[in-house]
Nanobody
């Protein structure tokens, strides 16, 4: 069974930093491209960053230069280091396989990130 547990979110002031972690179960992790997604109130879930099984990252334009995705295949964990946070980064953040066509892989609870003064 595949599932994902996100952690590390919280409330941070604009310009601050947070590091999200996602622990994944299942053997799929080590050979899958993984993604961090987010969903703000009233908006669709969107891909923020992805990382291939070999470690090659890719970022949405909105976070390029501010966020860094990484992974530890030995720990079945993917990370998202977020810096220079802006209020528009406020959302629930999720990790999952990328792409997750037709929600083939179940979504976790996600983790709230709130950027506010």
């Amino acid at each position: 069974q595949v599932y994902f547990v996100e952690s590390g979110g919280g409330l941070v002031q604009p310009g601050g930093s947070l590091r999200l972690s996602c622990a994944a179960s299942g053997r799929i992790f080590s050979f899958s491209t993984m993604g961090w997604y987010r969903q703000a109130p009233g908006r669709q879930r969107e891909l923020v960053a992805s990382i291939s099984s070999s470690g090659g990252p890719d970022y949405a334009d909105a976070v390029k230069g501010r966020f860094t995705i990484s992974r530890d295949n030995d720990k079945n964990t993917v990370y998202l280091q977020m810096s220079s946070l802006k209020p528009e980064d406020t959302a629930v953040y999720y990790c999952n396989v990328y792409p997750n066509n037709k929600d083939m892989w179940p979504w976790g609870q996600g983790i709230q990130v709130t950027v506010s003064s």
